[in-house]
């Protein structure tokens, strides 16, 4: 069974950083896509970026230049690298492989806000 736990969110005011981790198990995360998605209330789950398993990384146009995946596949983690962050970024953000399959796990809030 896939589990995955993000952690690494909190208030951060428009312009701040931060920084997300996911630990994952019950997957062969070494040969695994993994990516981030993220999800505002009344909003679809949408995906943010992706990283393959020799370190490929793609991104919504949205946070190109802003936002960085990476991963650690001795540690079973990926984690995500948010900069500059705006107010309309505010979500619960997950992660999954991509394309996302089992449970999700329970995210972690990113509230960007003055």
């Known amino acids: 069974q896939v589990q995955l736990a993000e952690s690494g969110g909190g208030l951060v005011q428009p312009g701040g950083s931060l920084r997300l981790a996911c630990a994952s198990s019950g997957i062969r995360f070494s040969i695994s896509t993994m990516g981030w998605y993220r999800q505002a209330p009344g909003n679809q789950r949408e995906w943010v970026a992706d990283i393959l398993s020799g370190g490929r990384t793609t991104y919504a146009d949205s946070v190109k230049g802003r936002f960085t995946i990476s991963r650690d596949n001795a540690k079973n983690m990926v984690y995500l690298q948010m900069n500059d962050l705006k107010v309309e970024e505010t979500a619960v953000y997950y992660c999954?492989?991509?394309?996302?399959?089992?449970?999700w796990g329970q995210g972690t809030q990113v509230t960007v806000s003055l």
């Open positions: 999954n492989t991509v394309p996302p399959k089992g449970t």
